[in-house]
């Protein structure tokens, strides 16, 4: 089995081939169409889609395979390696035209992810990781925020829960705004440039995978509203409602975001 490094390489080179091709469609009206009861696909999702499925099996045939845009295969269940791959993620923001979107790519091995790269082709900005070999962002080594302190955190998720949040607790917080690409809200807070991200309950493997060993490799942590870091390929991969932060601000944050869970669940 390949080194995660080579891993590592792999990833990366599939996720700056994929960026290109997203580039093709960027701003240029791709054909959509819905995904579910909430959701859109385009025709861009499809297309870096079956390119990467091509690009990492072709190289890892042993591995196995989980993407938002392919049916899933549980197969993967038996696999000691996964790809967890999200083609666009942040397709909206995409399909709006914004900067925030990102093609995330992950492997991951008996539960946890242990390479990653998050690509976000219109801001030219690669997000790098190895389990134990510390997260980069074109390059430079990442670290999270050293904040101790709750109060004027800067915060990135959805509004309403952080308003929220704010009534309950009488912390002053400053709101980041919603990064459509959950992979690189998450990123943004491996590079420190973000003192916690939320992610409300319902999001999925191919959305954290990447991001979760960023944040992890930068020193803070991804963990659901108990501390409990997720695991990656189980029969269901759907997750609660998640925070990634640094070890100092997590519980404070955490019991904040459950309150505010709790009061909007009544």
Do not use: C
């Amino acid at each position: 089995m390949a080194e995660a490094g080579d891993d590592l390489e792999l990833l990366v080179a599939a996720a700056r081939e994929a960026g290109a091709l997203a580039m093709t469609f960027f701003r240029k009206d791709p054909k959509t169409w819905p995904k579910g009861d909430s959701s859109i696909v385009s025709e861009a999702d499809i297309a870096l889609d079956q390119l990467l499925f091509s690009r990492l099996t072709a190289a890892r045939p042993d591995y196995g395979w989980l993407s938002e845009e392919t049916a899933d295969d549980l197969a993967r269940l038996s696999r000691e390696r996964v790809f967890v791959v999200d083609p666009i993620d942040g397709t909206r923001g995409f399909l709006a035209g914004g900067n925030e979107w990102t093609v995330s790519l992950a492997v991951v091995e008996n539960g946890y992810p242990v390479a990653a790269a998050l690509f976000a082709p219109s801001l030219n900005l690669m997000f790098e990781a190895k389990a134990g070999r510390g997260a980069t962002r074109n390059g430079r080594p990442m670290q999270v925020s050293p904040r101790q302190e709750l109060a004027g955190a800067s915060v990135a998720g959805s509004k309403r829960l952080i308003r929220d949040a704010l009534e309950i607790g009488g912390v002053s917080l400053d709101y980041y705004g919603f990064v459509t690409s959950l992979a690189y809200r998450f990123a943004l807070v491996a590079a420190g440039e973000v003192d916690a991200g939320i992610a409300r309950a319902g999001s999925h493997d191919w959305d954290l995978a990447a991001a979760d060993l960023l944040v992890h490799e930068a020193k803070g942590r991804l963990a659901d509203l108990a501390g409990n870091r997720p695991r990656y390929n189980e029969r269901e991969p759907r997750h609660p409602t998640l925070l990634a932060t640094n070890s100092a601000l997590g519980d404070a944050m955490a019991e904040l975001v459950e309150k505010a869970d709790k009061a909007q669940a009544k």
